[in-house]
């Protein structure tokens, strides 16, 4: 009885040890993609992995038509008189820099914190960094 006690306790904690080690990547480099959010917009995000780390990153995100929101993304919103959206859509882009650059300097999705003004941006950032990440795993 002692044996199947001590082999029982074994196995359980070579489960937990298992569960909490840190995930293990091949080298390479992978793509992970977003949901889309309620205007049907998404993020790609494209990782290098190399040693277990990431050591670079590309984030894109999309609007509904595909188009990519960088620097003039708003901007019709501005031509109309609304000029509060135009700035609200170019914080969320700088926001989208600073993530990506956050998550290579950090090696890790942890690391990265959200941009109050940029949530939206956060979560498909993280969706897709984390999807990436888990076709990395060995």
Known sequence: MRALTLT????GLSLLLAACSPA???DGVYTGLSSKDEDGAWAKVTITLKNNEIVDAQYVTFQADGSIKDE????????LGNSGFYQKAQHAVE???IYRDCLVRK??????DRISG????YDQFTEAVNNALSQAEQ
């Open 107 to 112: 090696k890790s999705i942890d690391g990265v």
């Open 72 to 79: 003039n993304y708003g901007a019709g919103a501005a031509e």
């Open 8 to 11: 029982a306790a074994s196995v």
């Open 118 to 121: 940029a949530t939206i941006a």
């Open 24 to 26: 293990s990547y091949q």
């Open 95 to 97: 926001a989208m820099k």
